[in-house]
């Protein structure tokens, strides 16, 4: 059967969260390096879709190929811990602590970032030929979208921040589907397909992604945007990854283990009480006078009887003084 319970595939979420926590940090390193590259270059892949199309949503429908990708080469994005490995300390796994859940995440970030920028570095040559000439139309766009994606909610202080973080929340809800629904099947076609349809939402809805965006804004700044390292990192990076975070954990993770890992006792059936059928009034009361009539009919019979027996020995007795 190539489909799991949710029963069974949480407590594959907490044994793939508990086995990241112990991994080498020389493995954890280049799977982050590796899925921060090949995610990177699907988002290049997905910007020069859209803008040669000009259709953002078959951007969108082909940006999925690279978190396949990634996954099923067994590499890890911050996204995907962020979810994982916090099941394996509410688990209470031997070994496992809060320590050790920084470590994963800080190394996976520092991989992630490093094969990003790698892939920032690389396109922003390839767009503008080795820096010799101006950025392409790809090349602009890129740089558009970095500006757009940290002025642009700088420009709206407090309530730009507030929708930079639950931007980042709600991605992060849809790429952890994504890593929840490929440990649905057992087959390759099913983890595709069921990988394929959240991580479509969150780009075509243009959802915060931190992974995404080390590709974009520091290939962004090599392209001539118009922002800063500082407007990076305060007004998207820090508060995306918070929101990540936020995303991961409470709406996949928790939910997921408070429900299936750690399933309520079910409630005892409520015991009505049984309520008592009115007797028909109606047939009771023929019923009592019915018996009323028998019993004067007896009583009748009785008397008559009675009498009866009287007026015999009268007649008797009349008899037997007329023989004397």
Known sequence: MSYLSPKDFTTKMIDAGEAK????????????????????????????????TGQPIVGALLFPVGFCLLYLLGFDLLTGVFTLVPLALFDK????????????WGLVFLGNFGGAITIAVIMAVIFTYGFAMPPSEVGQAIGSIGEGR???????????????????????????????AAMMSTSVTGKVVAMWMPILVFFYMGFEHSIVNMFLFPSGLMLGGDFSV?????????????????????FVGLTL?????RTAAPRNAAVLPVLAVPA????????????????????????????????????VDTTTVGAR
Do not use: K
Request: aromatic share 8%; charged share 10%.
């Open 280 to 315: 028909d009034t109606t047939a009771a009361d023929t019923t009592a006078a019915d018996t009323t009539t028998a019993d004067t009919t007896t009583a009748d019979t009785t008397t008559a009887d009675t009498t009866t027996a009287d007026t015999t020995t009268v007649v």
């Open 21 to 52: 926590v112990f991994m080498a940090t020389r493995d954890t390193l280049i799977r982050a390096f590796m899925a921060g590259a090949i995610l990177a270059l699907a988002a290049a892949f997905a910007v020069t879709v859209t803008v040669q």
């Open 230 to 250: 500082s407007d990076y990192l305060i007004w998207n990076e820090i508060p995306t990854v918070l929101g990540n975070l936020v995303g991961g954990v409470t």
């Open 150 to 180: 940290t002025v642009g909610y700088a420009e709206f202080g407090a309530a730009g921040m507030l929708t930079l973080f639950l931007r980042a929340v709600l991605c992060n809800w849809m790429v952890s589907t994504g890593v929840v």
């Open 93 to 104: 796994r031997p070994g496992v602590t809060v320590r050790g859940m920084l470590r994963n």
């Open 257 to 261: 283990y408070a429900t299936h890992a």
